[in-house]
């Protein structure tokens, strides 16, 4: 892990951020995989996209073929210019940070482009398990998509995009992404609503005023087969700073010891730039990704544990799927009215779209704990929430201004601006009747077959946000001290309605959620020296009842709504912390204690358990160590450990156990890569995840422990000539069976032993 530590103001003729070392010429996402063959819905589109690729392709050619000029002396000339999406100095794509990285008052994690190349990421999940302090929750129903947990606390509504929320439930494909950059802490004054453990955001790539010309191509023992495109130019036609760049890619995988789990998915990512290096700058993007997957499930709990059955079994039908498809406008405008004030606006307009049918296996209540796995019939689950629909529109305009002031000896960088969103999810939940079961050891692998299937429950919400901020960070000598505030409104009207079996309507069911927030953020920084920082920092968040994407179903088994006329969840953590840049710019190591406090948890409610209350209370004490960067010219290291004590404070007789730990917050939790430049053209590497043992449920009714693991990988590099790379990735090379994502009712074993080999091509 790494951040791009070039300023935001720097040369066009350095390395660009998502280009990656000289030894790394393949794209920013790692290495892409051969072609696959996607959906035939989606083939015409990525037919279109494909011959869309004429055009940045032209222009680089024309940029490469420019008629040959007799020779004159050589003169040095350096353009300068302020990057899209980067009016801090951290490279962040957060206009709200205006410190550097070093100087920043909270934890901060990145998975550089090299990292994700080195690792072959294919996922965002892959992303991010190398980073400590994340857990991987599996989905089901209607929250089937990446489902992280930040330092115990789910961070689903935490995604974002270039600063902006990602709003959906999808698995995203990192192949548009420079870097994963990970703030951890409640940051509710720089996101809004959300943020309890932190928050989780994709960098996106960004036109640039130079020719490229990249691509990659993967083959796997896992069925792996992809392929990525990145390509991009000036336009000269359109006027000085403008630029075209295009991200395609197309991916089919299964799971190694996971026969029957497999999926296809493409993606294109087209992006225009105007006005590049000077005061006035415009940015236009479009992402557009369509999955297609057989959903997994995985095995269900028994007797507090995983059940002791084989990695490969398959509880599911033949024909389960799980089909989504998201497209996102996003539109810039910046503007330097001087060096030191610039005001950005950034308008985004998404949807997106999913359906679904997957299936869990439940083991029936009053089994012995003795009882032969081959002894047990599961049932495949019947619950509403396992089949059904949904579509959401989610718009959101953030405008900031940045402005850099001095007051005598005092220096301030301030930023204030306000948010306007809209959130509109609908989904439509299923209920099967005469779903057959299934042998728990030996599972038949069969077509769907059920007696009946009807439309149970339709629900639509319409959260709308509106939020206005200011952070000043004020400096003198070697002091710094950061103050901000943000008042938000969260207002939600949800609408539900139940229908029977024969389409009777039986219930309907309105609500509306207002919540008026105030959220802050105090921190001290000491500079020892211009290469370190020592910190304090103390913030809130809060997190709204409706917030999710699923509005208020709170259980996708019963659909209950547990949570209507609920006020916020609140969180506040402290945060003591050092910085450290080795003197030569390469190694930064950080480390940080805190504390984070929930109050109002929700709980259920002990005269009506199928409501809720706020009645809980959370906490966590945690530390975190990291180091990442070169150690000498030929040895990069990035390792990392995160420490979790977390307890339950407070609840209610049908919540968490007193005193218990939170799930999915294993008490340790640690990561490492090493990378060593054997000779020019051959680099090695290997690497560790571990993590102890955490809970799925932690309650009396349910305690359950999924068992730690610690998993190794390893990469090998090789640069057969300027410009193009062949590299091996062995991932599990001990074949470890080990969870790799936790559930309150089921558990995702983590793939077996996997070979990648790719080849990339960089011009």
């Known amino acids: 892990m790494g951040l791009d530590r070039n300023s935001a103001r720097r040369p066009y003729h350095v390395r660009d951020q998502d280009r990656g070392d000289e030894a790394n010429l393949g794209a920013a996402r790692g290495p892409g995989a051969a072609a696959s063959t996607p959906d035939p819905g989606g083939a015409p589109r990525l037919a279109i996209a494909l011959a869309a690729l004429n055009i940045p392709v032209m222009a680089f050619a024309q940029a490469q073929a420019a008629p040959a000029r007799p020779k004159e002396p050589l003169h040095e000339v350096v353009v300068s210019a302020k990057r899209m999406y980067y009016n801090g100095a951290n490279d962040l794509a957060l206009d709200k940070l205006t410190q550097s ?47 992280p947990y930040l330092r115990g606390f789910p961070a689903r ?17 990192p192949f548009d992404d420079a870097q994963v950059v990970v703030l951890e802490g409640p940051a509710s004054i720089l996101f809004g609503h959300g943020s309890t453990g932190g928050v989780i955001n994709q960098v996106s790539k960004s036109p640039r005023l130079t020719p490229l010309l990249a691509g990659a191509a993967t083959l796997g023992t896992n069925d792996l087969q992809r392929v990525t495109v990145d390509t991009g130019a000036p336009l000269a036609r359109l006027g000085p700073g403008a630029a075209f760049r295009l991200n395609l890619m197309a991916n089919h995988n299964g799971v190694a010891d996971r026969d029957v789990v497999h999926g296809d998915r493409w993606g294109i990512a087209p992006s225009l730039a105007l006005g590049l290096g000077t005061p006035t700058r415009l940015e236009i993007k479009y992402f557009h990704q369509t999955n297609r997957e057989v959903p997994d499930l995985g095995i269900p709990w028994l007797n507090g544990r995983p059940a002791p059955v084989r990695r490969a079994n398959f509880y599911g039908f033949t024909s389960d799927y799980l089909d989504t498809a998201v497209d996102i406008l996003t539109a810039r405008l910046e503007h330097d009215f001087s ?54 529109t989610f718009w959101d305009d953030q405008t900031d201004l940045t402005m850099r002031l001095s007051s005598g000896p005092i220096k301030h960088a301030i930023v204030a601006g306000f948010e306007l969103g809209r959130e509109a999810p609908h989904t439509t939940y299923y209920n099967d009747i005469g779903v057959p079961g299934t042998n728990l050891a030996n599972p038949v692998l069969q077509p769907y077959s059920v007696t009946a299937s009807y439309p149970e429950m339709s629900t639509h919400t319409v959260a709308k946000t509106a939020g206005v901020y200011a952070l000043d960070t004020l400096q003198w000598g070697a002091w710094q001290v950061m103050g901000g505030g943000r008042e938000d409104l969260f207002d939600a009207p949800y609408r539900s309605v139940k229908y029977s079996s024969s389409g009777a309507v039986l219930a309907q069911t309105t609500a509306d959620q207002v919540n008026r927030i105030f959220s802050y953020r105090a921190a001290l920084v000491y500079k020892p020296a211009p290469n370190g920082s020592v910190y304090a920092m103390t913030g809130t968040s809060f997190d709204p009842s409706a917030e999710g994407i699923a509005s208020l179903i709170s259980a996708g088994r019963t659909l209950a709504q547990a949570n209507l006329n609920l006020g916020p969840e609140r969180t506040k953590t402290y945060e003591i912390g050092s910085k450290w840049r080795l003197p030569d710019g390469g190694l930064l190591i950080t480390g940080a204690v805190f504390r984070m406090e929930m109050a109002n948890a929700r709980v259920p409610d002990p005269n009506n358990p199928e409501f809720a209350v706020l009645g809980g209370d959370e906490r966590v004490d945690g530390a975190q160590l990291s180091a990442s960067g070169q150690l000498t010219h030929a040895l990069r290291i990035d390792a990392s450990y995160t420490y979790l004590d977390s307890v339950v404070v407070r609840t209610t007789p049908k919540g968490p156990l007193l005193g218990a730990p939170l799930t999915n917050a294993p008490r340790n ?50 640069r057969a000539t300027p410009h193009l790379v062949v590299q091996l990735n062995l991932d599990n090379i001990a074949n470890r069976a080990y969870i790799a994502q936790v559930h309150p009712f089921h558990v995702i074993p983590a793939e077996g032993f996997a070979a990648r080999l790719s080849v990339a091509v960089r011009y």
């Not at 974002?160 to 995203?172: E, W």
């Not at 690497?687 to 955490?694: E, F, T, V």
């Open 101 to 147: 990285v070093v100087d920043t008052p909270q934890t901060i994690a990145a998975v550089s482009a090299n990292a994700l190349s080195d690792r072959a990421v294919n996922d965002l999940n892959g992303a991010l398990r190398a980073v400590p302090g994340i857990t991987l929750g599996a989905g089901e129903s209607n929250w089937q998509g990446n489902n």
């Open 157 to 173: 509504d935490d995604l974002f995009v270039d600063g902006q929320r990602d709003f959906g439930s999808y698995y995203r494909d």
């Open 339 to 392: 060096g030191s004030t610039t005001l950005s606006t950034q308008l985004r307009y998404s949807t997106d779209s999913r359906r679904y049918r997957m299936t869990e296996a439940d083991i029936p209540k009053g089994v012995a704990p003795n009882t032969p796995v081959d002894a047990i019939t599961v049932a495949r689950n019947a619950f509403p929430a396992f089949q059904g629909s949904g579509s959401s």
């Open 669 to 718: 939790s640690s990561s490492i890569w090493i990378k060593y430049r054997i000779a020019r053209p051959l680099e090695i590497g290997i690497g560790g995840l571990q993590a102890s043992s955490q809970l799925g449920q932690d309650t009396a009714a349910a305690y359950l422990v999924a068992p730690g693991y610690v998993v190794w990988n390893a990469m090998a590099k090789y």
